[in-house]
């Protein structure tokens, strides 16, 4: 059928895995320094692991299940969006729309982009 399983011992590093993981800490920390903020809550960080995992996810591997379609687009079905998925940078402040009356209170409100 194909399908190679990779056994390693307990308390033994896969290398390809300690890579990954090692690249998506080096993309969260890329992001994190581009950030004017000195603390950062934890759904901030925890967003910016699930973006760092988007776009890696997004473009095919070196070891490759498909020569042209992305692991995400063969878990999900879905391809890439530019209008929903490039329109804003993560942590671009922005201004989100929030119901009001007709009074004169603000109808909007500063914002995080996750």
């Known amino acids: 059928m194909?399908?190679?399983?990779?056994?390693?011992?307990?308390?033994?590093?896969?290398p390809e895995i300690k890579r990954y993981i090692g690249t998506l800490k080096?993309?969260?920390r890329a992001i994190a320094a581009s950030l004017p903020f000195k603390k950062y809550q934890?759904?901030?960080?925890?967003?910016?692991?699930?973006?760092?995992l988007f776009?890696?996810?997004?473009?095919?591997?070196?070891?490759?299940?498909?020569?042209?379609?992305s692991p995400r687009t063969l878990i999900t079905?879905?391809?890439?969006?530019?209008?929903?998925?490039?329109n804003i940078a993560f942590g671009t402040y922005v201004q989100v729309h929030k119901e009001a009356d007709s009074?004169?209170?603000?109808?909007t409100s500063g914002a995080i982009a996750l």
């Open 55 to 69: 776009w890696l996810n997004r473009f095919p591997h070196n070891i490759r299940v498909h020569a042209t379609s």
């Open 103 to 107: 009074s004169l209170l603000p109808r």
């Open 77 to 86: 079905g879905l391809a890439i969006d530019y209008y929903k998925h490039c």
């Open 42 to 52: 934890p759904r901030l960080i925890a967003e910016m692991v699930y973006k760092v």
């Open 2 to 14: 194909g399908i190679s399983l990779n056994v390693s011992s307990r308390n033994k590093h896969v």
């Open 26 to 28: 080096d993309w969260v």
